[in-house]
């Protein structure tokens, strides 16, 4: 399955924060919108960065400052250290990227334009979906190799 297909059944949601807010704010967001990670954008709404619950939980810890005071820029995982997906990309391409680099959000962009955010579990549930998927159409075959319907 391509990354165009899981997109096209999953929509295009994306959640941003801009780099200049705080941590609390970036929270709340993610409380609000159940989201495990959010993209991070500039003033121009240019991607810069992500900021996910796991950044929060250990950065911010380590970080010893406030929630309030501290801004989502300093705990963000910049443009430049971004794992990106195209559309053109599979699903265990991004299944792979994510276990191999130990994430669980990849943003996907087109012609360098933000157009949704891809979580494990929706990679998962795409590859289980095409695993059970073909499994059937193999047990079919396999009771059936000539398609000739005998019984019915």
């Known amino acids: 399955m391509l990354v165009s297909e899981l997109i096209a059944r999953k929509g295009k949601i994306v ?10 704010d970036a929270v709340k967001k993610l409380d609000d919108t159940r989201a ?8 121009n709404d240019q ?4 900021i996910s619950e796991r950044d929060i939980l250990y950065k ?3 970080s010893g400052v406030p929630l309030k005071e501290n801004l989502v ?3 963000m995982t910049s ?3 971004l794992i990106v997906g195209k559309m053109e990309d599979t699903v265990v391409y991004l299944m792979n990227a994510m276990l191999d680099k130990q ?18 579990e929706d990679v998962l549930r795409a590859v289980v ?15 059936n190799p000539f398609g000739v319907h005998a019984y019915k």
């Open 103 to 120: 994430i669980r959000h990849i943003p996907i962009l087109e012609d360098d334009e933000i157009v949704a955010i891809v979580s494990i």
């Open 79 to 81: 443009a430049e250290n």
């Open 129 to 143: 979906e095409t695993t059970e998927s073909e499994a059937k159409l193999l047990r079919e075959y396999i009771k």
């Open 73 to 75: 820029k300093n705990l």
């Open 36 to 43: 495990g990670a959010m993209l991070v954008t500039n003033e």
């Open 15 to 24: 959640f941003t924060v801009k780099e200049t807010s705080t941590v609390f």
């Open 47 to 50: 991607l810069v960065g992500i």
């Open 60 to 62: 911010c810890y380590n």
